[in-house]
């Protein structure tokens, strides 16, 4: 038995990454027939939830384990770096979302398309608005993951600076960040609109380092707690938010004179019941092998492909979604024009995951076969998160970096 050979990948986090994927493309065309089937519609949390814990157990991996003395500093600029690529996709998503919406409103001679998801500013102050899209100030509608992840990349070495000395301590400071920018409603400022950015990042970090000690914890040897009675609550606690949902309840009074960040249900400030919802979630899968072990599929598997790969699947489903909701706008929604459309994306978005696993495995080939190629990083884990990729099977350097 070879003892050093690297341990088979756990296809599970692929999977389910692939499945938020496949679930944000949904709710990025809004009204479409097949909506009702995406996560939000049976609890306080959606897709984009589901992504940032993904992302910081996946970055437990890629760099949480990683930063350590000696490697501390190659860790950041790592994690910085990858906050430059995520920066870069989220420049090119969006200049193609203008582009995709001044295509329609020119050749459908369609202004009103150039007022939709929050291009009027770069319409009525161009000037600004570009200044506010270069700076992160300006986000479309719908753009909006991407800066946020890249934000809490750049936060992350200082965390985890404090999580060598305690995990506990930690998550402590990671929730007091959130709680004060929920209390007090600060974040990164929008501009030149006002408010904050949608997806504030010093909220939406709490959740990602959540997910980031829970790895870390297990990956020193530790255990998550089986507590049945824990275990009973979080049941409860869903069932309750489904019932919410599906009443609906949501005309209930429940502040009690408490702050919003408590007892509403702010995406922006990602509120204590949105945040419960994802982690009750997120614990029975990991507590109960039957809903975990649906995930572990092959690695060929048409999910744990689209997973491996979801930077590139995230920013074509992106686009994708752009040219689907200015195309609506122009010609109508039909439930059949609608399927197709949804079909056809998340296809396009398979066969993009299939094309770059068939180009990687190609490179090593071309190369065994005297081919000269240089070496080039690969970026094979999602917008929202990383996962470690053994470095035998790859032949060239990886680069950890969130659907």
């Known amino acids: 038995m070879n003892l050093d050979a690297p341990a088979p990948r756990d296809t599970r986090l692929d999977v389910i990454r692939a499945i938020a994927l496949i679930t944000i493309f949904i709710n990025h065309v809004p009204g479409n027939p097949l909506e009702w089937l995406a996560s939000k519609n049976f609890g306080f949390s959606d897709a984009a939830e589901a992504f940032v814990l993904i992302s910081g157990i996946s970055a437990a991996m890629a760099y949480g384990m990683k930063f350590g003395p000696g490697a501390a500093l190659l860790t950041t600029l790592k994690a910085w770096r990858r906050a430059g690529v995520l920066y870069l996709a989220h420049i090119a998503t969006t200049m193609a979302s203008l582009a995709i919406f001044a295509f329609f409103a020119v050749q459908h001679q369609t202004p009103a398309l150039m007022e939709k998801i929050n291009i009027a500013p770069v319409i009525d102050d161009t000037t600004g608005a570009l200044l506010g899209i270069a700076t992160l100030g300006h986000q479309l509608g719908y753009n909006n993951i991407l800066p946020m992840y890249a934000a809490v990349l750049l936060m992350l070495p200082a965390l985890l600076m404090i999580g060598r000395r305690s995990l506990g301590l930690m998550v402590a400071v990671s929730g007091t960040i959130w709680f004060l920018a929920g209390l007090y409603r600060f974040g990164p400022p929008a501009f030149p609109n006002e408010g904050i950015w949608f997806l504030n990042p010093l909220s939406w970090q709490f959740l990602f380092i959540i997910g980031l000690a829970a790895a870390m914890h297990v990956k020193r040897g530790g255990a998550l707690p089986r507590s049945p009675m824990l275990m009973g609550a979080a049941a409860g606690y869903l069932l309750l938010s489904l019932a919410w949902v599906k009443l609906p309840l949501w005309g209930v009074d429940i502040p009690f004179g408490l702050p919003m960040i408590l007892t509403g249900f702010d995406k922006t400030y990602l509120s204590t019941p949105r945040l419960l919802h994802v982690v009750a979630a997120g614990y029975l899968i990991a507590m109960l092998p039957q809903i975990s072990e649906l995930a572990r599929r092959s690695p060929g598997n048409a999910l744990a492909v689209m997973g491996r790969h979801a930077l590139p699947v995230f920013v074509a489903g992106t686009i994708l979604s752009m040219a689907a909701q200015a195309w609506r706008h122009v010609h109508g929604s039909g439930f059949a024009t609608d399927i197709i459309i949804i079909a056809g994306g998340i296809w396009l978005q398979f066969a993009l ?12 080939i071309a ?12 970026y094979s884990v999602p917008p929202l998160g990383a996962v470690a990729v053994p470095l035998r099977n790859l032949r060239k350097p990886v680069h950890p970096p969130p659907a």
């Open 353 to 364: 995951a299939h094309y770059i696993d068939w180009y990687r495995r190609l490179r090593p």
């Open 367 to 378: 190369a065994g076969n005297g081919a000269t190629i240089p070496p080039q990083p690969i």
